[in-house]
């Protein structure tokens, strides 16, 4: 079912792309054929949070902030195309689910999942978002990002207990995040779903920045037998897409430094 608000702004911005000098609100009110007052708060709205920008003579134009999330919307299909046939590599070798995700603001959003035939059930599907702290995936960026911005997401966590191996203790997942830079991957220990045990590889842009993370999830039994196999397979691949989208691996960071 669709929101009749949310189908508005769509209709707002796909407007706007076609009258690149702008609008004002009663000319975006009549192309669009909604009431005025209903499109003035709209149009406020969006203006306001940066969506959109107003001229001298009141006509509003797509804003800077719609740049911003149509590059990290280029970045992340980029990504995907180029990581598939990999993490495709990866699954036949791991014979485990195989993902991959992006940031978005303080979550995580799944954009491709690989499936084995002897797959387990898992809430995480494309498009699908989860929290940073208690998968293998959010951790991993948590663990390779830039210090600064982990900082400021730390500041945003709210921690919510999912499991019974879900930690909740911003210090301890400090020290665990230390541990996961010096294996070069994280672990996800059946912290977010019951059953499900995660490592995670970063994925580096041309910035030398995680832009993505690629993840091998089964079992908890399954996954350990095999552990250092799987990680070594997940390491050498998160490698070849990073190459592969033009990217590479900063210097690792000074011991102590975190």
């Known amino acids: 079912?669709?929101?009749?608000?949310?189908?508005?702004?769509?209709?707002?911005?796909?407007?706007?792309?076609?009258?690149?000098?702008?609008?004002?609100?009663?000319?975006?009110?009549?192309?669009?054929?909604?009431?005025?007052?209903?499109?003035?708060?709209?149009?406020?709205?969006?203006f306001e949070e940066g969506y959109l920008q107003q001229d001298a003579g009141k006509r509003y134009r797509l804003g800077a902030k719609l740049i911003q999330i149509g590059t990290a919307a280029m970045e992340s299909v980029d990504i995907s195309a180029q990581g598939v046939?990999?993490?495709?590599?990866?699954?036949?070798?791991?014979?485990?689910t195989v993902f991959m995700a992006v940031l978005s603001d303080d979550q995580l959003v799944y954009i491709a999942k690989i499936d084995n035939n002897r797959s387990i059930r898992t809430t995480a599907q494309p498009g699908s978002r989860k929290p940073l702290y208690c998968t293998g995936l959010g951790k991993a960026f948590l663990a390779f990002m830039p210090e600064n911005e982990r900082r400021k997401l730390f500041d945003r966590i709210e921690f919510v207990r999912f499991t019974k191996n879900t930690m909740t203790s911003r210090e301890q997942l400090e020290e665990q995040l230390k541990q996961f830079t010096e294996l070069g991957y994280a672990i996800d220990d059946e912290e977010n779903e019951e059953g499900l045990f995660c490592l995670a590889a970063p994925v580096y842009g041309s910035d030398g920045?995680?832009?993505?993370?690629?993840?091998?999830?089964?079992?908890?039994?399954?996954?350990?037998?095999?552990?250092?196999?799987?990680?070594?397979?997940?390491?050498?691949?998160?490698?070849?897409?990073?190459?592969?989208?033009?990217?590479?691996?900063?210097?690792?960071?000074?011991?102590?430094g975190f």
């Open 1 to 46: 079912m669709s929101v009749k608000s949310a189908v508005r702004v769509m209709r707002i911005f796909e407007l706007l792309t076609t009258h690149p000098d702008g609008l004002t609100i009663k000319e975006i009110a009549r192309e669009l054929a909604l009431p005025q007052s209903s499109t003035f708060h709209l149009v406020v709205t969006l």
């Open 209 to 256: 920045v995680i832009k993505a993370a690629i993840s091998t999830a089964g079992p908890k039994d399954r996954m350990l037998k095999r552990k250092d196999v799987i990680a070594g397979q997940l390491l050498e691949t998160a490698g070849k897409i990073t190459e592969a989208i033009g990217g590479y691996v900063q210097p690792p960071r000074i011991k102590g």
């Open 85 to 96: 046939p990999y993490l495709k590599r990866l699954m036949d070798g791991v014979q485990e």
